[in-house]
């Protein structure tokens, strides 16, 4: 009876709406997701999309989808982006979506470091497929859940006052950075959206828990300028940290740069215990890029799991600065 699903699965999916929100593993590779600030960090026109199937092994895996698109405008020293991301969980079952316009404004100091500050605002949409439940009073003893007609027989488990919800989220975020260094920091869901199916936890409960990240990371060159252009070989050591709630994450790692091939190797760690060592591959020529990562599982859920799997693409219409940056936050362009 494969459509059988007990209450406890509710209660697993209801631990989910209250858990912390997917993050890729290459985080780098979703500017927008991360941090408002970062819109307009190519310097010129940015599109970019994301995949991720996490625990493919298991029947109730996650799949996480986004596509991103940012400008910067030099003569107003701001960057404008838009973002969309889906996520969805036991089979789709339960779902969450998230859409967002970022603006960020950008102060130039010396030695070329740039302050840039950002906000964002969107909607999150959270919905629960209850038809693909199946209760215990929905079973008949004889038939099972379908009758005679063919007809699934009714269930007076649904509250009445359940219902799927659309709300305002709104972000913030700071990002510092020159040739040698960058750090972060970024708030999502500063308003506490409320994304309670019920009536009666709303009168309960704060709402959705606001998420932290700061992140930082410096740019070390491997090789000589030559002919005044700089080296296009380097190591990127970076660090993420996400806390949300009592639940977070701790992503830490270097990528290897060399010319068109990138090589990256991660350790990410849960407030609570050892979660994966991400392995990623990319490819980047002039204006286009390509990774691959796949995620290892290191915690209980074992080699079972599959790990995950993640796909990014970006292509970079460069403005008139644009194909000069060879700072620090090449990283998220």
């Given at each position: 009876?494969?459509?059988?699903?007990?209450?406890?699965g509710i209660l697993l999916l209801s631990v989910k709406v209250m858990a912390q929100d997917p993050v890729f593993s290459q985080f780098y590779a979703h500017p927008l997701e991360l941090?408002?600030?970062?819109?307009?960090?190519?310097?010129?026109?940015?599109?970019?999309?994301?995949?991720?199937?996490?625990?493919s092994s298991l029947s109730s895996n996650y799949v996480t989808y986004a596509i991103s698109a940012d400008h910067y405008i030099s003569s107003l020293r701001s960057g404008f982006g838009?973002?969309?991301?889906?996520?969805?969980?036991?089979?789709?079952?339960?779902?969450?979506?998230?859409?967002?316009?970022?603006?960020?404004?950008?102060?130039?100091?010396?030695?070329?470091?740039?302050?840039?500050?950002?906000?964002?605002?969107?909607?999150?949409?959270?919905?629960?497929?209850?038809?693909?439940?199946?209760?215990?009073?929905?079973?008949?003893?004889?038939?099972?859940?379908?009758?005679?007609?063919?007809?699934?027989?009714?269930?007076?488990?649904?509250?009445?006052?359940?219902?799927?919800?659309?709300?305002?989220?709104?972000?913030?975020?700071?990002?510092?950075?020159?040739?040698?260094?960058?750090?972060?920091?970024g708030i999502k869901h500063a308003n506490r959206p409320d994304i309670n199916f019920y009536s009666a936890e709303s009168n309960t409960k704060k709402g959705l828990a606001m998420r932290?990240?700061?992140?930082?990371?410096?740019?070390?060159?491997?090789?000589?300028?030559?002919?005044?252009?700089?080296?296009?070989?380097?190591?990127?050591?970076?660090?993420?940290?996400?806390?949300?709630?009592?639940?977070?994450?701790?992503?830490?790692?270097?990528?290897?740069?060399?010319?068109?091939?990138?090589?990256?190797?991660?350790?990410?760690?849960?407030?609570?215990?050892?979660?994966?060592?991400?392995?990623?591959?990319?490819?980047?020529?002039?204006?286009?890029?390509?990774?691959?990562?796949?995620?290892?599982?290191?915690?209980?859920?074992?080699?079972?799991?599959?790990?995950?799997?993640?796909?990014?693409?970006?292509?970079?219409?460069?403005?008139?600065?644009?194909?000069?940056?060879?700072?620090?936050?090449?990283?998220?362009?």
């Amino acid at each position: 009876m494969s459509r059988v699903i007990y209450i406890i699965g509710i209660l697993l999916l209801s631990v989910k709406v209250m858990a912390q929100d997917p993050v890729f593993s290459q985080f780098y590779a979703h500017p927008l997701e991360l941090n408002p600030a970062l819109a307009g960090n190519s310097g010129g026109s940015r599109i970019g999309m994301n995949y991720r199937n996490q625990y493919s092994s298991l029947s109730s895996n996650y799949v996480t989808y986004a596509i991103s698109a940012d400008h910067y405008i030099s003569s107003l020293r701001s960057g404008f982006g838009i973002s969309l991301m889906a996520d969805e969980a036991g089979q789709g079952i339960y779902r969450t979506y998230n859409g967002e316009l970022s603006y960020s404004y950008q102060v130039n100091f010396r030695n070329e470091t740039k302050v840039r500050m950002g906000l964002q605002a969107g909607f999150i949409s959270v919905s629960l497929d209850y038809d693909r439940f199946l209760f215990m009073d929905q079973i008949d003893p004889i038939h099972g859940p379908v009758s005679p007609g063919g007809i699934p027989y009714p269930t007076a488990e649904i509250p009445p006052d359940f219902k799927n919800r659309t709300l305002l989220d709104i972000g913030a975020g700071g990002v510092i950075s020159n040739e040698n260094f960058y750090v972060g920091i970024g708030i999502k869901h500063a308003n506490r959206p409320d994304i309670n199916f019920y009536s009666a936890e709303s009168n309960t409960k704060k709402g959705l828990a606001m998420r932290f990240s700061a992140m930082g990371g410096v740019r070390i060159p491997i090789g000589h300028q030559q002919y005044g252009r700089k080296s296009d070989m380097a190591i990127v050591p970076n660090i993420l940290i996400v806390k949300q709630s009592t639940l977070g994450q701790i992503n830490i790692g270097a990528l290897l740069e060399i010319r068109s091939l990138n090589f990256g190797l991660y350790y990410r760690h849960g407030f609570k215990n050892p979660d994966a060592a991400i392995a990623t591959i990319g490819y980047n020529t002039g204006p286009f890029k390509i990774a691959y990562s796949y995620d290892a599982t290191i915690s209980s859920l074992g080699i079972n799991s599959g790990g995950a799997h993640e796909i990014s693409l970006s292509y970079i219409f460069y403005g008139d600065d644009g194909g000069k940056y060879h700072d620090c936050t090449k990283i998220f362009r």
